[in-house]
């Protein structure tokens, strides 16, 4: 069973109900693609598809590729769409900051491999569920939706 403030729900203006847990799947599978893709342990993606590379086109490694290559530009796309370029860089300067801080304070020490890449892995998989959040993040903030920009702006 899911602890409370996971599956809690708000009601919104119109009376729709929304749950919270769909912040916490967006979180779980954003940290999913940037851990899978690349992590310090060696079991990845990029390992598996490089570990025998004359063998790059035999069995389910094209479906894979194929995959993760569709994924990846799913949460490109989303994250510029949703923060454009400046919000992306405001973004990985705040993570970066926060890292800094967290080296400051002797929790890490990113002079090390493993753990400098720990940070930056879960720094991209913060920026990916950003990047799908930040829609939602601004209509809270703000009440307003996000619209589209016409080429007239």
Same mark, same amino acid.
């Given at each position: 069973? !899911? ?9 919104? @203006?119109? /009376? @729709? ?15 999913? !693609? ?21 063998? !790059? ?6 479906? /894979? ?6 994924? $990846? ?10 923060? @454009? ?15 800094? /801080? ?24 913060? !920026? ?9 993040? $601004?209509? @809270? ?13």
């Amino acid at each position: 069973m !899911l602890p409370k403030f996971m599956t809690s729900t708000s009601t919104t @203006k119109t /009376g @729709k109900q929304v749950t919270h847990l769909n912040w916490w799947i967006t979180l779980l599978m954003s940290m999913a !693609l940037a851990v899978g893709t690349w992590n310090p342990t060696g079991h990845h993606f990029i390992h598996y598809i490089t570990a025998n590379s004359a063998d !790059l086109l035999s069995g389910f490694r094209p479906f /894979g590729i194929l995959i993760m290559l569709a994924l $990846w530009l799913l949460a490109i796309k989303s994250i510029f769409q949703s923060l @454009k370029l400046y919000g992306a860089v405001l973004t990985v300067i705040i993570i970066a900051a926060f890292i800094w /801080g967290l080296q400051e304070y002797g929790v890490i020490n990113v002079k090390e491999f493993e753990q400098a890449g720990w940070a930056a892995t879960i720094g991209v998989g913060l !920026l990916i569920w950003f990047g799908l959040n930040a829609s939602i993040i $601004w209509k @809270k903030l703000t009440g307003v939706y996000t619209t589209d920009s016409t080429d007239e702006d």
